[in-house]
């Protein structure tokens, strides 16, 4: 399983970003998919959706500004993240578990994408 991130980037406090994660390789419908991000001092979960998508699950801090979303017909993981702060500032990585149920800890994830640069700036 393979996945790669796009749509990170730089802008202003208040703006919005639009992360994708395109997955290739196993039965992407069955797969839970998240959101975590790797900050200097912390690595944290930001969103996830287990594998029915009938619930989505977010970190407290993200929670009204960020929307995770899938399409299972294109094989793709997206964040919209709105009202950006500039603690939003991180790598931001895409993540696939095969058990199709989400978790908060970051061991629990199958596959991880390279990760993509959000910058917030104040």
């Known amino acids: 399983v393979q996945l790669v991130e796009s749509g990170g980037g730089l802008v202003q406090a208040g703006g919005s970003l639009r992360l994708s994660c395109a997955v290739s390789g196993g039965t992407f419908s069955f797969y839970a998919v998240g959101w975590f991000r790797q900050a200097p001092r912390t690595r944290e979960f930001v969103a996830a959706l287990?594998?029915?998508?009938?619930?989505?699950y977010y970190q407290d801090s993200v929670d009204g500004r960020f929307t995770i979303s899938r399409d299972n017909a294109k094989n793709t993981v997206n964040l919209q993240m709105n009202s950006l702060k500039a603690e939003d500032t991180a790598i931001y990585y895409c993540?696939?578990?095969?058990?199709?149920?989400?978790?908060?800890?970051?061991?629990?994830?199958?596959?991880w994408g390279q990760g993509t640069q959000v910058t917030v700036s104040s």
């Open positions: 287990n594998w029915s998508s009938g619930r989505a």
């Open positions: 993540v696939v578990n095969e058990g199709g149920y989400y978790s908060d800890n970051y061991e629990y994830w199958d596959y």
